[in-house]
């Protein structure tokens, strides 16, 4: 318990940290990535860009490498957008540790996903972070970071290649679109390789991220969200808090102040549904300092 409060105290600065360090490495800058169409490429570049997955060197990205345990926990807690102590230097697993030359970088992302009740480890007291990581095992991996467990329990699936106890996540995993689509059987005993995880990743974040209704407030003549990222068909609201009043306005999108010249009041709010995919800056006309980014996925 201690050590979960310690990973939420510390997590403003591991995040302000994380966002530090530079990737400016595209898809382009990987030989075995060269051939991807241009779609797939794109989910590359959107992964990559976001600091979730690096190149296994500086020309190679490892498209058919087969991935481990530690790999894993680091995409799944980036993905999910958990707490991460990047100051953490101690596991609750026997076999995880900072001096692990190739895995000891996961540390506090297992630490993060342990917290986070993804993963209980590998068995008594380890996780087996050098572990390779079967398909049928990245299925259930993944519908755990989609909270979606008890879902695959419900499932029955006929695929002798799949064993019993993952069938109804590999049948949950292939409904969700986790998996690229394939011909024939799934293969679930057959090692996972980094495009598998990658690919699964990038569709289990789109489908992480929040759908519906989000609310950004006023407050201190600041928006409480300096970016969000939301998917098309999103009402975005905007609540006023304080006694400024302020306008909403998104240049050739909407503009508060046509249906309320005064501005938005203190306990008054105005919300846009944002349809289309794109970039957009949101700002106050009196305080144009004030401005957040919402992206529309
Ligand atoms: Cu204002």
Same mark, same amino acid.
């Given at each position: ?17 994380? &966002?530090? =360090? ?29 600091? #979730?997955?690096? $190149? ?40 995880? &540790? #900072? ?20 993963? !209980?480890?590998? $068995? ?22 989609? $909270? ?46 980094? !495009?598998?995880?990658?690919? $699964? ?41 304080? !006694?400024?009043?302020?306008? #909403? =306005? ?45 992206? =529309?996925?």
């Amino acid at each position: 318990m201690k050590k979960s409060l310690f990973v939420v105290l510390s997590a403003t600065i591991a995040l302000s940290m994380f &966002s530090s =360090v530079a990737f400016g490495k595209t898809s382009a800058d990987f030989t075995d990535l060269k051939d991807l169409d241009t779609a797939t490429k794109a989910k590359f570049d959107t992964m990559i860009s976001a600091g #979730i997955f690096n $190149g296994v060197s500086d020309t190679a990205f490892g498209l058919h490498d087969e991935m481990n345990r530690a790999q894993f926990a680091k995409v799944a807690a980036l993905i999910m957008g958990l707490d991460i102590n990047k100051d953490l230097n101690t596991s609750s697993f026997t076999d995880v &540790s #900072i001096d692990d030359r190739a895995n000891g970088y996961a540390l506090p992302y297992i630490e993060a996903l342990k917290a986070a009740g993804v993963t !209980d480890g590998y $068995g008594e007291g380890t996780y087996n972070p050098a572990g390779k990581v079967t398909k049928e095992q990245l299925a259930a991996f993944l519908v755990r970071v989609l $909270g979606k467990d008890a879902d695959a329990q419900g499932k029955t699936f006929m695929d002798k290649t799949v064993s019993d106890w993952a069938q109804g996540y590999v049948a949950l995993a292939l409904e969700l679109k986790l998996f690229p689509t394939a011909e024939g059987s799934f293969g679930g005993v057959s090692n996972a390789t980094r !495009d598998l995880l990658l690919l $699964g990743a990038y569709e289990a974040k789109q489908q992480l991220m929040p759908v519906g209704e989000q609310m950004i407030h006023i407050m201190d003549f600041a928006f409480s969200k300096k970016a969000l990222t939301v998917k098309a068909g999103t009402k975005v609201t905007f609540m006023n808090e304080e !006694d400024v009043p302020h306008t #909403i =306005v998104s240049d050739g999108l909407f503009d508060s102040s046509k249906e309320n010249r005064a501005g938005i009041k203190k306990g008054e709010s105005y919300s846009y549904t944002f349809d289309k995919p794109g970039v957009y800056k949101v700002y106050c006309t009196f305080h144009p300092f004030m401005n957040t980014t919402i992206t =529309v996925k």
